[in-house]
T-cell receptor
Framework: GAVVSQHPSRVICKSGTSVKIECRSL??????MFWYRQFPKKSLMLMAT?????????EQGVEKDKFLINHASLTLSTLTVTSAHPEDSSFYIC????????????????FGEGSRLTVL | SQQGEEDPQALSIQEGENATMNCSYK?????LQWYRQNSGRGLVHLIL?????REKHSGRLRVTLDTSKKSSSLLITASRAADTASYFC?????????????FGKGTRLSVIA
């Protein structure tokens, strides 16, 4: 079963509105979660690292005020796309690493099912 | 930023054939991972190979790693239509929880029944 849950899976919104995407770790506590963005037929681009109880670390070129990340608990990180525009339409995927997984699986990331955002 | 390149970008084969995908990366690594993504879905971890390993098997999957050439390959034997997906290599993962992965561009595999 899924160990990282992401919601909503699809969202359509009007330009100028804000959209919140939730990422939950179900079977473990994740002090760190990662948010990726993926364009059609392209690879995943790391947007930011979400840190529980502190500010997120954003990758170069990612607007902090545009993509608000909150990691208020050990099992929940949220990504809010503020004042969305059509160019923000994309597939957003979160992931987390189980800190209790060691050995050969220690580097494995668990991914949510992704959220497809369409901004009209 | 992306770590490297997958080759080929797209691959179409008949069911039962083997599929080989290659990945090159740029920096030194602790391990390299391969993930699979069905269209419009999240990623699923397939296999992890450590920098001191040269080959690893998991079911119909065989992964090789050549750190001198900074390259890895993923072989899927006896392919099935259900193997149709995009496959990504990824580097940057350590055992600590706060290291993100950097993904290659991916190979889109189509297995025709």
């Amino acid at each position: 079963g899924a160990v990282v849950s992401q919601h909503p899976s699809r969202v359509i919104c009007k330009s100028g509105t804000s959209v919140k995407i939730e990422c939950r770790s179900l079977d473990f506590q994740a002090t760190t979660m990662f948010w990726y963005r993926q364009f059609p037929k392209k690879s995943l681009m790391l947007m930011a690292t979400s840190n529980e109880g502190s500010k997120a670390t954003y990758e170069q070129g990612v607007e902090k005020d545009k993509f608000l990340i909150n990691h208020a608990s050990l099992t929940l990180s949220t990504l809010t796309v503020t004042s969305a525009h059509p160019e923000d339409s994309s597939f957003y995927i979160c992931s987390a690493r189980n800190p209790h997984t060691t050995g050969v699986r220690g580097g494995e990331l668990f991914f949510g099912e992704g959220s497809r955002l369409t901004v009209l | 930023s992306q770590q490297g390149e997958e080759d080929p970008q797209a691959l179409s084969i008949q069911e039962g054939e083997n599929a080989t995908m290659n990945c090159s990366y740029k920096t030194s690594i602790n391990n390299l991972q391969w993930y699979r993504q069905n269209s419009g879905r999240g990623l699923v971890h397939l296999i992890l190979i450590r920098s001191n390993e040269r080959e690893k098997h998991s079911g119909r999957l065989r992964v090789t790693l050549d750190t001198s050439k900074k390259s890895s390959s993923l072989l899927i034997t006896a392919s099935r239509a259900a193997d149709t997906a995009s496959y990504f290599c990824a580097t940057g993962g350590g055992n600590s929880g706060n290291t993100p992965l950097v993904f290659g561009k991916g190979t889109r595999l189509s297995v025709i029944a």
